[in-house]
Nanobody
Framework: QVQLVESGGGLVQAGGSLSLSCTDSELTFSRYSIAWFRQVPTKEREFIAA????????DYADSVKGRFTIARDNARKMVSLQMNSLKPEDTAVYYCAATMSAERFALTVMYDFWGQGTQVTVSS
């Protein structure tokens, strides 16, 4: 049974860095696009970044371009999200998700599997 698991969240000061990981032992990572989303209370889940299974291309939300980097390692069945220059507004629960689609990554309905989330808190 597919169960995406996120790790690496925590508390960091503004300007600091964190690296998140998303893994699953059952999913064939090479056949899935993997994305990161985040959510704060009272707001909709927000697309952050995705890595395309078809050609390896990546896609980022404007709010994180130049600060966050998504990378995949199909052999280890892992996708990471390196987050640099963190800001208090990056505080959220971060989720990874998997889809067989190779496009429209920002749409939550495209995703077949979701993790439980990991909390990231950036203090000012």
């Amino acid at each position: 049974q597919v169960q995406l698991v996120e790790s690496g969240g925590g508390l960091v000061q503004a300007g600091g860095s964190l690296s998140l990981s998303c893994t699953d032992s059952e999913l064939t990572f090479s056949r899935y696009s993997i994305a990161w989303f985040r959510q704060v209370p009272t707001k909709e889940r927000e697309f952050i970044a995705a890595t395309n299974w078809l050609d390896g291309r990546t896609d980022y939300a404007d709010s994180v371009k130049g600060r966050f980097t998504i990378a995949r390692d199909n052999a280890r069945k892992m996708v990471s999200l390196q987050m640099n220059s963190l800001k208090p507004e990056d505080t959220a629960v971060y989720y990874c998700a998997a889809t067989m689609s190779a496009e429209r990554f920002a749409l939550t309905v495209m995703y077949d599997f979701w993790g439980q989330g990991t909390q990231v808190t950036v203090s000012s």
